[in-house]
Protein backbone atom coordinates (compact mmCIF):
# COMPACT_ATOMS: atom_id res chain seq x y z
CA UNK A 1 0.00 0.00 0.00
CA UNK A 2 1.47 3.68 -0.89
CA UNK A 3 -0.16 7.08 -0.52
CA UNK A 4 0.29 10.35 -1.97
CA UNK A 5 -1.94 12.87 -0.23
CA UNK A 6 -5.12 11.85 0.05
CA UNK A 7 -5.13 9.26 -2.26
CA UNK A 8 -4.53 5.57 -0.92
CA UNK A 9 -3.13 3.23 -3.84
CA UNK A 10 -3.30 -0.35 -3.60
CA UNK A 11 -2.78 -3.81 -5.87
CA UNK A 12 -5.77 -5.73 -5.73
CA UNK A 13 -6.63 -9.22 -7.80
CA UNK A 14 -9.61 -8.40 -9.88
CA UNK A 15 -11.74 -5.50 -10.74
CA UNK A 16 -15.18 -6.12 -9.41
CA UNK A 17 -17.80 -7.39 -11.68
CA UNK A 18 -19.57 -3.90 -11.16
CA UNK A 19 -16.65 -1.65 -12.62
CA UNK A 20 -17.51 0.60 -15.23
CA UNK A 21 -15.11 1.89 -17.51
CA UNK A 22 -13.70 5.20 -17.55
CA UNK A 23 -12.29 7.17 -20.13
CA UNK A 24 -9.34 9.28 -20.59
CA UNK A 25 -9.49 13.33 -20.58
CA UNK A 26 -6.39 14.33 -22.32
CA UNK A 27 -4.21 11.32 -22.57
CA UNK A 28 -5.10 11.29 -18.65
CA UNK A 29 -7.32 9.32 -15.73
CA UNK A 30 -7.97 11.51 -13.21
CA UNK A 31 -7.97 9.94 -10.15
CA UNK A 32 -8.91 12.56 -7.41
CA UNK A 33 -9.80 16.34 -7.53
CA UNK A 34 -9.35 18.47 -4.79
CA UNK A 35 -11.48 21.33 -3.19
CA UNK A 36 -8.27 23.65 -4.23
CA UNK A 37 -7.90 22.48 -7.83
CA UNK A 38 -5.62 20.10 -7.04
CA UNK A 39 -5.49 17.13 -9.14
CA UNK A 40 -3.82 13.22 -8.84
CA UNK A 41 -3.11 11.70 -11.78
CA UNK A 42 -2.05 8.87 -14.33
CA UNK A 43 -0.87 8.86 -17.80
CA UNK A 44 -3.01 7.09 -19.84
CA UNK A 45 -0.35 4.27 -21.62
CA UNK A 46 -1.58 1.58 -24.34
CA UNK A 47 -3.48 -1.29 -22.97
CA UNK A 48 -4.82 0.77 -19.89
CA UNK A 49 -8.11 1.14 -18.61
CA UNK A 50 -9.68 2.98 -15.55
CA UNK A 51 -12.70 1.77 -13.51
CA UNK A 52 -15.01 3.42 -11.03
CA UNK A 53 -17.51 0.92 -9.10
CA UNK A 54 -19.43 3.01 -6.51
CA UNK A 55 -16.68 5.58 -6.81
CA UNK A 56 -13.48 3.79 -5.95
CA UNK A 57 -11.15 3.66 -9.12
CA UNK A 58 -8.99 0.71 -10.32
CA UNK A 59 -6.51 1.05 -13.09
CA UNK A 60 -5.99 -2.17 -14.98
CA UNK A 61 -2.42 -2.16 -17.07
CA UNK A 62 -0.48 -4.47 -18.77
CA UNK A 63 1.05 -6.65 -15.98
CA UNK A 64 5.04 -5.11 -15.89
CA UNK A 65 4.27 -1.74 -16.88
CA UNK A 66 5.29 1.22 -14.55
CA UNK A 67 3.26 4.17 -14.24
CA UNK A 68 3.38 7.14 -11.98
CA UNK A 69 0.70 9.16 -9.73
CA UNK A 70 1.01 12.84 -10.36
CA UNK A 71 0.15 15.74 -8.14
CA UNK A 72 -0.72 18.60 -10.15
CA UNK A 73 -2.42 22.43 -9.19
CA UNK A 74 -1.99 25.40 -7.55
CA UNK A 75 -0.25 23.50 -4.33
CA UNK A 76 2.10 21.05 -5.80
CA UNK A 77 3.15 19.56 -2.32
CA UNK A 78 3.12 15.69 -3.02
CA UNK A 79 5.73 14.05 -4.96
CA UNK A 80 5.15 11.21 -7.77
CA UNK A 81 4.42 8.35 -6.58
CA UNK A 82 5.28 5.02 -8.37
CA UNK A 83 2.69 2.78 -9.04
CA UNK A 84 2.97 -0.62 -7.41
CA UNK A 85 3.34 -3.72 -9.34
CA UNK A 86 0.33 -5.54 -10.29
CA UNK A 87 -2.12 -6.16 -12.92
CA UNK A 88 -4.89 -4.09 -11.42
CA UNK A 89 -4.55 -1.24 -8.93
CA UNK A 90 -7.01 0.21 -6.99
CA UNK A 91 -7.12 3.69 -5.63
CA UNK A 92 -9.32 4.97 -2.35
CA UNK A 93 -9.79 8.30 -0.40
CA UNK A 94 -8.16 8.47 2.95
CA UNK A 95 -11.36 8.75 5.81
CA UNK A 96 -10.99 10.70 8.77
CA UNK A 97 -13.52 10.33 11.81
CA UNK A 98 -14.97 12.81 14.24
CA UNK A 99 -16.04 10.88 16.93
CA UNK A 100 -17.56 13.63 18.41
CA UNK A 101 -19.90 14.69 16.08
CA UNK A 102 -20.03 10.81 14.48
CA UNK A 103 -19.10 11.67 11.18
CA UNK A 104 -17.08 9.85 8.55
CA UNK A 105 -15.73 11.99 5.68
CA UNK A 106 -13.25 12.28 2.96
CA UNK A 107 -10.41 13.86 2.87
CA UNK A 108 -9.48 16.24 0.11
CA UNK A 109 -6.68 18.45 -0.55
Not at 32 to 51: D, I, K, P, Q, Y
Not at 71 to 82: A, F, N, Q
Request: charged share 25%.
Amino acid sequence: MRQQGDVVIEVVEALPHTAQRVEAVEGRFEIAHGESGNVHTVEAAAGWALFDDAGTLYLRRATGQGGTLVHTGPSRHHLPVDLPDGAVVRFRRVREVDHVAGLTRSVMD
